[in-house]
């Protein structure tokens, strides 16, 4: 006979714990602000800013050559896609064509940065979860991207590759061949991280239908990027706005409908397989040319309004500018796919467990310093 | 009594030095002098097999992760964990400003007197056994639960929510695993007939229980192995420290040599675990006989039991840090819904088989 | 009897998939020659950094001790951070123009993000990115470097 439970008084309180700034599964700097009933999350209340540096507003003293390398340090993972979103800008708003060179180069750059930063997203995820061996194999295959990007652009992180109307530089004799060698090391390599956390059932049992957003709320939440598409949103900039040379590569744009953890998981490591393919199709011919138009020194956008958006590695990265016909933009606004993705945390983890919000946490894969600004 | 040494068999060597002492000076002081002989035995011991898994740890986990490890402090960096045994133990201890003095500085030692104690049943090698419980199995898991009542005192007296947690799920977890290993203990009890593990262990002569015992034997290994890791608190199962959701857990608020015990008691935590597997399992330092093959046997029984009882606890410990360095960690409700759907009922069920199997007379070997 | 079936087919998969996982980390173990970890202060020697690598920035002088900055400035102008600072002095020359020259290239590295765009607009290829990365000093003041060396000159026809 079931007897009713009384939960007494003292039972029935509410514990608030902070979590973060300094937290091992923050990935950063961000503080959340966790209402607990035992372990279970009643709320949580991001609070960002631990890391603004006001690169908005940095960037209304600057030029827009200068801009570029102010972008790298917003989601530094996805330094790539955050250069080509102002270099577009302004290359539309000037009315450049730029080489069809530069538009390969930078789709296969793109794609690489886009291989790296799931790889760097897995190893996180994997750590959140607990299994640490993911963290060290994710970053080992990273390593090779970072040298390809490192014996092309110079640096390993923050590149600041491109500029308005093309390239920092060409691209390094050997780009070609150690890509290629890239993709056959790759392939060989991810079906393990598959043996080694898809499959587990650990894993699984963790990721399966927890954190579930159905595609009304997703879009209203504006959740982009692998989160999105984990819940269905076909948000993929790349097929829907094809910038680049995206319009002539075929590719699929994934997408899971279930929603949960386990589908953002997914999603992101089918997307290494679509990366693959992308590049694999663009690596062979990339057309003879110059790496750049020439611009004049000092760029002055006409007075108007402008925005590029593109599909970085978190969600689609948008730029808008305002400009009144001066060298430096009137006012410039980003909008950084981890701020809306994070801003779904509290509706996601809500009734949750914390293990559960980690692991939400680590399939959203925020960049706090995207975030903050 | 004259001196006797021999690798294979210690019972001379204890006894002459037992005789010795008895004959130099009253039964009180020679009971006192084989006590401190002992106990400063097992300190040295203590620290040095501490100190090397957490050094083993680390290399394992280094690896298996396609790295060196530590290689810095002398030649493969063998010196690594003494260098950080001394840091520890010149480091500030922080004391809590709102914390239960007296309880958060009893529980680091509530932790390491336990996994102290259940050191003293454990059979190393023939005639190498401090105390002969005739319940043994029984004690060691009585002692061995005892831990949970330091790790339940430190989460609460840090007066830490984050350590607070980390023990309540401590305590969860340590209690309903406790369960599991003592059925799959059990199962073995019933094949040995015994409690006391010298008896377990000879009863290993001609064959291990693990291969003695069909497949009960065996799914109480696995079962004993899963469990055993919970009630470490090793990952896959170290929710109690989940560094990843509770910043440390229940150590969260602990520093220097105070943390420094935690983690020395579950490293031995670790070992005790272990070389209980490897003596109720595979045969503690029985070497491997098969019944029938004479002249293997003779073999075998050239390799000194001390081997054999170390390699068989390495390869043990080794397989539990192969779990924690490929697994994510569990859930809290999953980890119990693990205990209470799955591992209890399987070893109640083997229990059963088990009897059943003793009651025929079916062991293999006999 | 069908429920009785999937649980243990439940903890079949389980364990096939937890072994799935063990073997790969497992075959890790024991290939100790798959190490990717570089011995960073042993291999100093060995080391390659890659040709392009933006270490910090340097100015080349050849063995005249002449470099190639006319100090226009441009460099300092494009520096998004005020990294760098060009003090000029004015020379008369033989036949008795006023000319700037080169008299303090003061580079902060400490300030400096490697944007590379001093290099890129220099106009006279002055200035270039070395590969030196072991830039840790125990004061700031020690990254605030003098980048043209002491007595140099233009190199002659580089105006
Ligand atoms: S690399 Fe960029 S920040 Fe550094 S000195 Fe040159 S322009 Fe300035
Ligand atoms: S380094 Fe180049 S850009 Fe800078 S002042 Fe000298 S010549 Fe001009």
Redesign the interface.
């Known amino acids: 006979m079931a007897e009713e439970i009384i939960i007494p008084e003292a039972d029935n309180q509410e514990i608030s714990i902070n979590m973060g700034p300094q937290h091992p599964s923050t990935h950063g700097v961000l503080r959340l602000v966790l209402s607990l009933k035992g372990e279970m999350v009643q709320k949580v209340e991001p609070h960002c800013g631990y890391i603004h540096r006001g690169i908005e507003k940095m960037t209304e003293s600057m030029t827009y050559q200068q801009i570029i390398h102010l972008t790298d340090r917003l989601d530094y993972l996805s330094a790539h896609m955050n250069n080509a979103a102002v270099c577009l800008a302004v290359e539309k708003a000037l009315d450049i064509e730029v080489p069809e060179r530069v538009k390969v180069i930078r789709t296969i750059m793109d794609e690489l940065a886009r291989i790296a930063s799931h790889q760097l997203w897995w190893c996180s995820f994997g750590m959140d979860l607990g299994g640490l061996t993911c963290f060290f194999y994710g970053l080992r295959d990273r390593e090779k991207i970072l040298d390809i990007f490192e014996e092309t652009t110079g640096s390993r992180l923050i590149q600041s590759f491109y500029c308005p109307g093309g390239l920092m530089a060409d691209l390094n004799p050997n780009f070609q061949k150690k890509v290629k060698d890239f993709i056959v090391y790759f392939r060989k390599i991810l079906p393990e991280y598959d043996e080694l956390l898809s499959g587990n059932i650990i894993m699984m049992e963790r990721a399966k239908g927890i954190g579930k957003m159905s595609k009304e709320d997703a879009i209203s939440y504006g959740m982009t990027g692998p989160s999105g598409r984990g819940s269905g949103f076909s948000c993929d900039v790349r097929k829907h706005h094809p910038y680049h040379a995206y319009d002539k590569v075929k590719f699929n744009e994934v997408l899971r409908t279930e929603g949960d953890t386990y589908s953002r998981y997914m999603v992101r490591i089918d997307e290494m397989r679509e990366s693959m393919n992308i590049i694999e199709q663009l690596i062979d011919n990339i057309p003879a040319g110059d790496f750049a138009v020439k611009m004049k020194p000092i760029i002055k956008l006409p007075e108007g309004e402008y925005y590029q958006r593109v599909e970085a590695a978190r969600g689609e990265f948008g730029v808008y500018i305002i400009s009144k016909g001066e060298k430096n933009p009137y006012r410039m606004k980003f909008r950084s796919p981890n701020f809306c993705n994070l801003s779904a945390l509290d509706t996601l983890t809500r009734g949750h467990k914390i293990a559960d919000l980690v692991a939400i946490g680590g399939s959203l894969d925020y960049v706090i310093p995207d975030i903050d600004r | 009594m004259p001196f006797t040494f021999s690798f294979y068999d210690f019972t001379g060597f204890t006894q002459w030095i037992d005789v010795t002492l008895r004959g130099a000076c009253s039964p009180f002081w020679a009971v006192l002098w084989e006590m401190v002989i002992v106990g400063v035995l097992f300190l040295a011991f203590y620290a040095v097999v501490g100190l090397y898994l957490v050094y083993a740890e680390r290399k394992v986990c280094a690896f298996i992760q396609n790295r060196v490890g530590p290689n810095r402090v002398g030649p493969y960096g063998f010196f690594q964990t003494i260098a950080d045994l001394i840091k520890l133990l010149m480091k500030e201890i922080i004391s809590i400003r709102e914390a239960d003095k007296l309880l958060f500085n009893l529980a680091p030692f509530i932790v390491i007197i336990t996994s102290f104690l259940a050191l003293a049943a454990i059979p190393f090698a023939k005639g190498l056994h401090p105390i002969d419980l005739n319940i043994g199995v029984f004690y060691v898991m009585a002692i061995s639960s005892m831990g949970v009542v330091g790790i339940l005192l430190a989460g609460w007296s840090s007066n830490s929510k984050y350590s607070l947690l980390g023990a309540m799920r401590s305590g969860a977890q340590i209690i309903s695993y406790e369960l599991s290993v003592g059925m799959s203990l059990i199962a073995i009890c019933v094949l040995a007939g015994s409690m006391q593990l010298s008896t377990i262990v000879e009863g290993q002569r001609d064959l291990w229980f693990i291969f003695k015992g069909h497949f009960p034997a065996v799914t109480a290994f696995i079962i004993y192995m899963i469990a055993a890791t919970a009630e470490t608190n090793r990952g896959p199962f170290d929710l109690a420290e989940a560094e990843s959701e509770l910043a440390a857990g229940f150590h969260t608020e602990y520093s220097g040599i105070k943390f420094a015990f935690f983690f020395l008691a579950e490293y031995m935590n670790m070992f005790i675990v272990a070389s209980l597997a490897a003596t109720i399992f595979w045969g503690g330092w029985m070497p491997l006989h098969i019944p029938g093959l004479e002249s293997f046997n003779h073999v075998m029984d050239f390799i000194p039991p001390v081997i054999w009882y170390v390699g068989k606890t390495v390869v043990i410990i080794l397989i539990m840090m192969w779990f924690k360095w490929t697994f994510p960690r569990l859930r809290i409700d999953q980890l119990l819904n693990l205990e209470w759907k799955f591992l209890l009922p399987i070893s109640l069920v083997n229990i059963l088989i088990m009897a059943f199997i003793v009651l025929m007379g079916w062991q293999i070997g006999l | 009897m069908r429920e009785i079936f999937n649980y243990f087919k439940s ?1 079949f ?2 364990l096939k ?2 072994w ?7 075959a ?2 024991f290939k ?1 020659w ?4 570089q ?1 960073y202060p042993e291999n100093r020697k060995k080391l390659k950094m ?5 270490g910090e920035l340097v100015m080349p002088h050849n063995d005249k001790n002449e470099h190639q900055c006319t100090a226009c400035g441009i460099c300092q102008i ?1 520096c ?1 951070n005020g990294t760098i600072e060009v003090k000029s002095v004015t020379v008369e020359t033989a036949d008795g123009k006023k000319k700037k020259a080169l008299n303090k290239y003061i580079y902060n590295l400490g300030m400096c ?5 001093c290099v ?2 220099c106009p006279s290829d002055a200035i270039v ?1 070395s590969n030196k990365f072991e830039h840790a000093v125990f004061n700031k003041e020690k990254l605030v470097k003098t980048l043209n060396k002491e007595g140099s000159t233009l190199k002659k026809g580089a105006e």
């Open positions: 903890i998969f389980a998939s937890l799935t996982g063990m073997k790969v980390t497992g890790y173990f100790p798959k190490i990717v970890t011995q890659y040709e392009r690598t933006k494009n998004p993000t490697f944007c590379g765009l890129k607009t990115f």
